[in-house]
Nanobody, 127 residues
Framework: QVQLVESGGGLVQAGGSLRLSCAAS????????MGWFRQAPGKEREFVAG????????RYADSVKGRFTISRDNLKSTVYLQMNSLKPEDTAVYYC????????????????????WGQGTQVTVSS
């Protein structure tokens, strides 16, 4: 079992920045690929960014490329999502997710491939 706890959400004006954190516990996190997803009111949950277990491979949704950066610190068992140039359409609940994979370069955008999920943190961007 892996437990995931997100933090760092809040209210920010358009053009501002936030950094989300996802603290993982329970297993050797360095063997898990991690991802960030988000769900806006009335919409389905969507992929935002993913990172391989050792951090050597990352993936991004087209809507956040160039603005968001995913990273991880395996010594701290934490994954980060740095969000810059935020837009009102980035408003959503952001979820952290994890999947075990022995391929160090595995990073997936597919929601159903993730086994563990956090409770989410709210991000609100005002115009």
């Amino acid at each position: 079992q892996v437990q995931l706890v997100e933090s760092g959400g809040g209210l920010v004006q358009a053009g501002g920045s936030l950094r989300l954190s996802c603290a993982a516990s329970g297993r050797t996190v360095s063997r898990y690929a991690m991802g960030w997803f988000r769900q806006a009111p009335g919409k389905e949950r969507e992929f935002v960014a993913g990172i391989s277990s050792r951090g050597g491979n990352t993936r991004y949704a087209d809507s956040v490329k160039g603005r968001f950066t995913i990273s991880r610190d395996n010594l701290k068992s934490t994954v980060y999502l740095q969000m810059n140039s935020l837009k009102p359409e980035d408003t959503a609940v952001y979820y952290c997710a994890a999947v075990y994979n022995t391929n160090f370069y595995f990073a997936t955008a597919t929601e159903w491939e993730y086994d563990y999920w956090g409770q989410g943190t709210q991000v609100t961007v005002s115009s």
